[in-house]
Structures are given as C-alpha cells and as structure tokens.
C-alpha cells in the first residue's frame, strides 16, 4: 500500500486500509520527504508550498489519521523525521528549514495532546548522512566536511534508523516530546556553505527501520512514501 502524503483524504484512506488489514497501528514513522531548494529570492512559491505540502502538512495527515486508532488502543508511538537544518536553519532552503522546524513544534504539541492516551511523540533530526547523493562529492570535499564533524566522519543511513528504533521501542517508553539530533554533533551551516552547489539540495535520505531485537517484532510498522521524490 502507498498513498500522496500530501493528499488529506489519500491519507485518511490509506490509514483506514491499513487498519483493515492488520487491526492496529502501533509505531508511525513519518519519513516522507521531499527538497525543492533555492535562494529566498529566487524562490517560486510552487516550491515553497510544495515543500510544505509533503514535509509538514504530510506529517500532520498520517498522525492526525493514525493517532485516532492509537487513542481507542491507549498506546502507540509515533516518530517523526526533523533536520538539523529545523533547528539551525540554512542558506538557500528557507522551505525546507520552514518545514523540519514546523515538525519539531508538531512534534512538542503532539505529544503534550497524546500523552493522557499513552502515545509518545518524538522527532529524529539528522545532519549529514552518507547516502548515494553524496557520492558524487569529491574526496577532498567529503574531507573537508568531515573536519567539521567532532566525530569526524559523515552519518550513516544506519545511525538515523537505530535512533528511530530506540524511540519505537519499550526502552523509550518515558520519552515523549524530545527530539533526538543524530549529527555527530557537526556544524550544520559551516558544512553547508562548503558543498553549495554542488548539494545543497540533497541532505535528505531514505532508509528502512529493522528490528534489532532478538524477540520476534511485536508491533507492524507502517511508512507513507510521497508520490514525487526528488
């Protein structure tokens, strides 16, 4: 099953097929996202609105629709992907930034309103993640990147997903209305004025969330892809 996160009435129908066939939803992880960047200037309001229209409006859909299921069950967890770029802004994607930091405030708001039902929310933020986008760089700059990472060295995909699967799991269930930076505590802007133009649009990734248990999963997880993916 897929559906446009963007679509408000998509998303109800996909949300109610969902509990159809499997009669619950016990973890959300909203990762669907999309970047449409540019100078604030230059910048069409096509690619603001659209930008917002995934991000955020698409995050608030899936947890509006998913968390009526999660409020008759009294239990259910709900994870949402920010950007460091939410919390620290970053030249030339006042959407994209727009749209992480509006997560992060649904995020606190959320999980202050579900909390009496037993639902935590919490938010992911990751910095720079190695991803097929960022092979493209060159060696020296990926070093210089790096240099401004205290751990250096960039992210991986698997950093982001075992982040998101502490929060999906029991050992995380008095945590609610956090957000979690995975960033190798790096400098978002100063990497970022280096690899303008050359990436500044391809900070995002995707990634698939497995269950590291040695117990069979207990609960399904449930993911929305957006219908356009840069």
Do not use: W
Request: neutral net charge.
């Amino acid at each position: 099953m897929q559906c446009n996160v963007a679509d408000y009435e998509g998303c109800e129908a996909f949300i109610k097929a969902v509990i159809e066939q499997f009669g619950r939803i016990d973890i959300l992880v909203n990762n669907a996202g999309i970047t449409k960047d540019g100078l604030l200037m230059r910048m069409s309001e096509e690619d603001f609105s659209d930008v917002i229209d995934v991000n955020l409006k698409g995050t608030f859909h899936c947890i509006r629709f998913a968390s009526r299921q999660m409020m008759k069950q009294r239990s259910g967890k709900i994870i949402n992907l920010a950007s460091v770029v939410g919390i620290s802004g970053n030249a030339g994607q006042v959407n994209y930034a727009a749209s992480k930091a509006g997560i992060i405030g649904m995020t606190k708001s959320a999980a202050k309103e579900l909390a009496s039902r037993g639902i935590t929310v919490n938010a992911v933020a990751p910095g720079f993640i190695e991803t097929e986008m960022t092979e493209v760089l060159s060696d020296k700059l990926k070093e210089e990147m790096r240099g401004q990472i205290p751990l250096a060295r960039m992210g991986h995909p698997e950093d982001v997903a075992k982040a998101v699967a502490f929060l999906a799991s029991e050992h995380a269930s008095y945590i609610t209305g956090q957000v979690l930076q995975v960033d190798g505590d790096g400098d978002v802007k100063m990497v970022a004025e280096k690899v303008e133009g050359q990436i500044v649009q391809k900070m995002s990734f995707k990634f698939r969330l497995a269950n590291h248990s040695d117990e069979p999963p207990k609960t399904r997880i449930v993911s929305a892809k957006a219908s356009t993916i840069l």
